[in-house]
């Protein structure tokens, strides 16, 4: 069985130039890595031995684990499909068009931008009104930050409320 994970700190949107240029590219690989082609090998190496006549599963002290990481694995390439393209790597792709479309711009044009962004109230404005000031390079603190995905309840120095509401923990209980 092949590695079933590894840790992602790839910091792909700030740095120098030249690391700017093939952090992207570096990030999807390594997306695709751990999300995808390391549980495949996983998935395909447990079928062999699922399907293998000298490989008694049932004999083996490796049966649970075998099953387990099978499991595991083929969570992993779900997860991927699901959350992953979904949310990070849709991330990424509005990060880097928006990069592209900011960098054509003057200084002025940017303030004007960010101010006609700024009176506008819909999700997909204020994303870009964040996207735009994050190129600009003012750090907003993370309360202030308006996302593409995964906007929820910002709990940050609260208690978790438990109650009948669908959003709420006290709910799947």
Known sequence: MACITFLIFVHWKKGPAIWLSISPLVFFIVIILNYLLIPAVNIVMSIVLFIDPDF???EQ??????IFFFVICLMRVVEFFTLIRRSVLLDAKIHLESKRE??????EELKKLMEELGEKTDQSSLFKLNQLQEFVGLELPYKEKHRGYGMGNIR??????LDDSIYS?????
């Open 56 to 58: 008694v599963l049932t």
């Open 61 to 66: 002290t490796t049966e649970s684990f075998v």
């Open 102 to 107: 900011f960098s054509g711009y003057t200084k």
């Open 156 to 161: 940050l120095g609260r208690t978790l409320e």
């Open 169 to 173: 923990l006290g709910f799947i209980c």
